[in-house]
T-cell receptor, first 112, second 115 residues
Framework: RKEVEQDPGPFNVPEGATVAFNCTYSNSASQSFFWYRQDCRKEPKLLMS???SGNEDGRFTAQLNRASQYISLLIRDSKLSDSATYLC?????????????FGGGTRLMVKP | EPEVTQTPSHQVTQMGQEVILRCVPI?????FYWYRQILGQKVEFLVS????????KSEIFDDQFSVERPDGSNFTLKIRSTKLEDSAMYFCASTGKASYNSPLHFGNGTRLTVT
C-alpha cells in the first residue's frame, strides 16, 4: 500500500466552484499533516497545516480523521489562480523529525 | 520573506560525471534537507542534516550521494558518478525546528539532466 495516496485527477472545475480533495495515509504513527501546493516545475509551497480539530484559512478548509487515516482539503469559490497540483504531505517519524512523505498530488484546473 | 536559494537552476551533465548542487538555506535555520522529484512522479525524501551530520537518509541516498555544509552558509549535494535515472528536480529545504509540525521551506530547485 502506498504511504500517502491521492487521486491524481485532474479535477476540471469552473471558476467559483467548490472542490474537495482526499488523501489517505498508511502510517498510523504519523504526527503531522500538511497540504502543499505545487505549480508546474516549481517547488512545493506550504498551503496549510492540518490540525485534528480541522482548520480553515480563507477559502481553504482542511480536515483530519485519524481513525480513518484520512485528510481532506476543501476549496471554496475557486479562482483561476488555484490551478496547481495539491500535495498531501505526512510527517514520518524520524530522527530529524521532518522527514516528509508526499502523496503523488491531485491536479486542479480551474477554467473561466 | 527569507528564502532558500538554489544554484544552478538547471544543470546538464554526462553520465558518469560528478555534479554538485548548491543551496543556501534560510540564515537562522538549523535543519537541512534534500528532496528530489523525477518528472511526473512524487517528491521523495533523500536526506536530512543537522549539526554537521546526516540525521536520516532514504534508500535512494546511496554511496554515490553525499552532503556537506562547507562554510556555515552553503549546503551541497554531490552525486559522484551520475546515472541517467538521476535526472530529476532536486529541492533543498530548511527549517528552524525539528518539531513534527514545523513546515519546511523549499528552494526553487535545480533541474538535473543526465545525458
Amino acid at each position: 500500500r502506498k504511504e500517502v495516496e491521492q487521486d491524481p485527477g485532474p479535477f476540471n472545475v469552473p471558476e467559483g466552484a467548490t472542490v474537495a480533495f482526499n488523501c489517505t495515509y498508511s502510517n498510523s504513527a504519523s504526527q503531522s499533516f500538511f497540504w502543499y501546493r505545487q505549480d508546474c516545475r516549481k517547488e512545493p509551497k506550504l498551503l496549510m497545516s492540518v490540525y485534528s480539530s480541522g482548520n480553515e484559512d480563507g477559502r481553504f478548509t482542511a480536515q483530519l480523521n485519524r481513525a480513518s487515516q484520512y485528510i481532506s482539503l476543501l476549496i471554496r469559490d475557486s479562482k483561476l489562480s488555484d490551478s496547481a497540483t495539491y500535495l498531501c504531505v505526512v510527517n514520518s517519524i524520524g530522527n530529524a523529525g521532518n522527514m516528509l512523505t508526499f502523496g503523488g498530488g491531485t491536479r486542479l484546473m480551474v477554467k473561466p | 520573506e527569507p528564502e532558500v536559494t538554489q544554484t544552478p537552476s538547471h544543470q546538464v551533465t554526462q553520465m558518469g560525471q560528478e555534479v554538485i548542487l548548491r543551496c543556501v538555506p534560510i540564515s537562522n535555520h538549523l535543519y537541512f534537507y534534500w528532496y528530489r522529484q523525477i518528472l511526473g512522479q512524487k517528491v521523495e525524501f533523500l536526506v536530512s542534516f543537522y549539526n554537521n551530520e546526516i540525521s536520516e537518509k532514504s534508500e535512494i541516498f546511496d554511496d554515490q550521494f553525499s552532503v556537506e555544509r562547507p562554510d556555515g552558509s552553503n549546503f551541497t549535494l554531490k552525486i559522484r558518478s551520475t546515472k541517467l535515472e538521476d535526472s530529476a528536480m532536486y529541492f533543498c529545504a530548511s527549517t528552524g525546528k525539528a518539531s513534527y509540525n514545523s513546515p519546511l521551506h523549499f528552494g526553487n530547485g535545480t533541474r538535473l539532466t543526465v545525458t
